[in-house]
C-alpha cells in the first residue's frame, strides 16, 4: 500500500484497435464495413463495441474484455487534438498500422 494509504489510480483510455474477433455484429453496430475505420477513434471504438457508461471502471484484464498482443511493439508519440501539455508522451500504439485514426510519427521508444 503506498505512503498515507492512499491507492494509486491509473485511467487508460484505448481509442483504437485492430478487429480481430466479432466483425459481423460491429460492423452491423457501426453501419460500415471498413475495417480500418471500425475502431480507429474513440466514439467508434465504443459503438462497435457497445461500450457505455455502465462500464467505467471496469478492468480491461477481466471479463467482458479480451486484450490480445498486437502486431509490434507499442511506440509513443505526444497526444494529439489539445493545444496544452502536448509534449506529454501520453498516447501509445503501434506505429504504421492502418487502424490508428492518426497515424504515429517515426517509432519512438517510451
Known sequence: MPQH???RSWNHCIRALETTHGIMEMTS???TSDLR???SGPGRLCQALEVDASLNG???FKAP???FGGKGW???AGRIGISVSVEIMWRFGVGGSPFLS???PANKTP
Open 5 to 7: 494509504g492512499l491507492r
Open 29 to 31: 453496430r457501426r453501419s
Open 37 to 39: 475505420r471500425l475502431c
Open 58 to 60: 471496469a478492468q480491461l
Open 65 to 67: 474484455f479480451q486484450l
Open 74 to 76: 507499442p511506440t509513443v
Open 102 to 104: 492518426c497515424p504515429f
